[in-house]
Each structure stands twice: as structure tokens, then as C-alpha cells.
């Protein structure tokens, strides 16, 4: 008896889950593929580097001259650092703003809620421009600070409402009756919002590191002082731009004794990636979660 005659869906058939098969795996290649040619190229030798025309795909050993070079206390090593402080102060602000303005905007009746909310909004449809973003930072003294770099962009509309969607679902009855116990609204917000908020904590913290750490905008702007480049400029000009890493650079090493341009332009590039993998893992299961939760009241 078929499928049609006892009304039993079997799936797709053999042929169309190996097309799927097949076409999942070209999309895993064309994204893997670049990515060990990358750690390949950072940790090959200067003759395989040289031989494979700049970029390798299976290095002939371990050579982890480039990554010494890049940490020797040149340039690399204190962008990174900067990023670092950048990445987490930056996030840190940007969730306590974030958090306290949206649990704000949750609350039937808090002062201005209203015309806040309407401005919030408003950053979603319209931005500033680049010029009037500039002018702004000079008249506050921001050039060639840090601060440049985090608190024009402390506060993102999207990361706001999200927060606001969730807390708006988190039960009344819960608040009322830590009211009634005595609790102020900061405590409340400590003591119980905070701790029932950890999936959207953790997805809008997500978004705000990345954005901090990947940013290389702002510092081309607001940043004329190279030793206060990020590592994502950094990774613009000697990657992007293929500008030549000298040995001052690099800490002061002898010229001879330097890695190929390639390896050390791969490590720089490995070197900006793994942070975010790293961090990912731990937050990513509570990824689903958090932005479900935040998404499904407006």
C-alpha cells in the first residue's frame, strides 16, 4: 500500500537528502576552509609560506614565531590589551545603562515614560550623521580618549526594547509583592529582576562585546594617537591594508629574525577572533532563550 493510500508522510526521499547532504557541506567548507588556511598560514614555516604563494592550507610543522612576534610588547599586544578594557568596560556600561533605562520604560507610570520611549524609538528609524557624531565628541573633549570609543555607542534603541520586552513579563503579582514586603524599586531591581533576567543579560551583553570589540569606526574618527589603536584598527591597517609590520612594530625584534608578512598578518587576525569564540560557547544556551523571551511582547 503507498504512501498516498494510508495517508503516511515518509519525508523526503533518498535523493533530495543527499542534495541536502551535499549542499550543507559546500556551506561548512566555504566557511571552514578559510578558517584553518588562516591558523594554517600563522603557524607554518617561512619557506612553506613562501612556497604556498602566502597562504597555506596544511602547515608542515608548529611555528609560533609570528604569535612571539606579534607578543614581544609592539603594537599587537598593547591594541589587544586596549580592546580588552575597551570590550569590557564598554559592555559593562552599556548593560547598566541599558538595563536600568529599559526596566524604566517597563514600569506603568515611571517619570517620562512616555516621551523616553517615543525617543528610543526614534534611534531606530534615525541616526545622526557622521559629521554632527564628530562634533559632538570634540565639544566634550572625547578626542583621542577611550571614552570615545564607548560612550558614543553606550546605548543601542534595539538592546533597550529587547530588555523592555522582558521585563514587561516578568509576573506583576512578583514585583507587588516585594513591594509589600518593604522592597524600594532599586531593590526590587537588584534583588529580583536581575536575577530572573539572566538569558537576556547574557544575549544583550553578547551583542554589546561583539560590537565593542569588532568596532574600528569610531577609533579611525576620534583616534589620532596610534598607541591608543584597537586591535580592530590595527588588524585594519596591517591586514586590510597589507601595511608592512616593521620590526619596531613588533617590539624592537632584529629584521632578519622576522616572520613572513603573512604568518604574522594571520596571527593578528587569529588573535582578534578568539576572544569571541571563546566567550560564545558559555553563552550561547542561553542565546535561544533570551531573545525568544525578549522578542515576544512589544
Not at 564607548?150 to 513591594?179: C, E, K, Q, W, Y
Not at 586591535?231 to 591594508?241: G, S
Not at 603573512?262 to 569564540?277: G, N
Amino acid at each position: 500500500m503507498s504512501a498516498v493510500q494510508t495517508g503516511i508522510d515518509d519525508g523526503p526521499g533518498m535523493p533530495s537528502r543527499a542534495v541536502k547532504g551535499v549542499v550543507l557541506l559546500i556551506c561548512c567548507a566555504v566557511v571552514i576552509i578559510p578558517f584553518i588556511g588562516v591558523i594554517a598560514t600563522s603557524i607554518a614555516s617561512q619557506e612553506h609560506v613562501t612556497n604556498s604563494g602566502g597562504f597555506v592550507l596544511w602547515p608542515d610543522g608548529l611555528n609560533l614565531d609570528a604569535y612571539k612576534a606579534i607578543f614581544n610588547g609592539g603594537v599587537v599586544q598593547r591594541a589587544l590589551l586596549i580592546s580588552v578594557v575597551i570590550a569590557t568596560f564598554g559592555t559593562l556600561i552599556s548593560l547598566a545603562g541599558s538595563t536600568m533605562l529599559a526596566y524604566s520604560l517597563s514600569r506603568p507610570g515611571s517619570f517620562g515614560q512616555r516621551p523616553i520611549l517615543m525617543i528610543v524609538l526614534f534611534s531606530l528609524l534615525f541616526s545622526p550623521g557622521l559629521i554632527p557624531n564628530y562634533l559632538v565628541v570634540k565639544e566634550f573633549g572625547l578626542l583621542d580618549s577611550l571614552l570615545a570609543l564607548i560612550l558614543p555607542t553606550a546605548i543601542s534603541g534595539f538592546n533597550v526594547i529587547v530588555l523592555r520586552s522582558f521585563f514587561m513579563g516578568i509576573p506583576d503579582s512578583v514585583l507587588d509583592s516585594a513591594r509589600i514586603d518593604g522592597a524600594g524599586d532599586f531593590r526590587i531591581f537588584w534583588s529580583i529582576v536581575l536575577p530572573l533576567s539572566k538569558a537576556v543579560l547574557a544575549v544583550v551583553g553578547l551583542f554589546y562585546a561583539v560590537g565593542y570589540w569588532n568596532a574600528f569606526f569610531n577609533a579611525m574618527l576620534y583616534i589620532n594617537d596610534t598607541a591608543k589603536w584597537p586591535l580592530q584598527l590595527v588588524l585594519r591597517t596591517y591586514v586590510i591594508n597589507n601595511t608592512e609590520l616593521s620590526s619596531g612594530d613588533l617590539g624592537g625584534a632584529s629584521a632578519d629574525q622576522l616572520p613572513p608578512q603573512e604568518s604574522i598578518q594571520m596571527a593578528i587576525l587569529v588573535v582578534s577572533l578568539v576572544p569571541i569564540l571563546i566567550v560564545y560557547p558559555f553563552l550561547q544556551r542561553h542565546f535561544a532563550k533570551g531573545m525568544l523571551t525578549g522578542a515576544v511582547k512589544g
